[in-house]
């Protein structure tokens, strides 16, 4: 019997201020897209900005639904928006933030599981690291890969 550890590592920031300058407007472009969230049933507007490879920037936001199911959340709208839309183009960084009541929530929202396994297999197609911004009002992570946000992600191994 033998026992793994897994660390994740990521940078705090008291103030976004301190965040690379991209990722400064790519965290006001992601509470700019919190604001256009159609999320009635939950009132919790979130908002994604995904900055590609060749420069452009992708925003989402949840879509919710009376069939709660079948609402989505901000990052997969935005990451599967960016695929179809730039097919093939990898995603260097996104950036996530939340609105209560028109004001960002003061803790940074953490990605829901799905939303980590979408992020994962981005990462693994694109072949480089997607930096990972989670904004509050009173911090900011930074996370250097996607795949550390989720440990032993699910792989479909082909056949063989
Ligand atoms: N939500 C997101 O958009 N992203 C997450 O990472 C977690 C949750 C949305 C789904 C739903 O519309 C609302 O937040 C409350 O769960």
Redesign the pocket.
């Known amino acids: 019997m033998k026992q793994y550890e897994i660390p994740i590592r990521y940078t705090l920031y008291e103030n976004p201020g301190e965040l690379p300058g991209q990722y400064v407007s790519l965290v006001h472009s992601a509470v700019e897209a919190a604001r256009d ?1 159609y ?1 009635p ?2 009132g ?1 507007r ?1 908002g ?1 900005a995904v900055l590609l490879e060749n420069g452009e920037v992708i925003a989402g ?4 639904n009376a069939a709660y199911p079948s ?1 989505l ?3 997969r709208v935005a990451l599967f928006y960016a695929g179809s839309r730039y097919p093939g183009v990898a995603v260097a960084a996104i950036a ?1 933030t ?1 609105l209560r009541d028109g004001s960002i929530q003061e803790e940074p ?4 599981g799905a ?1 980590r396994q979408v992020l994962y297999e981005t990462e693994q197609t694109g072949g480089k690291s997607i930096h990972v911004i989670l904004h509050g009002k009173r911090r900011t992570l930074l996370i250097q890969g996607a795949a550390d946000l989720l440990p032993l992600p699910f792989i479909l191994k082909k056949e063989t």
């Open positions: 969230a999320a049933y939950s919790f979130v994604a936001n949840n879509q919710e609402g959340c901000a990052e996530i939340a929202v953490t990605p829901c939303c």
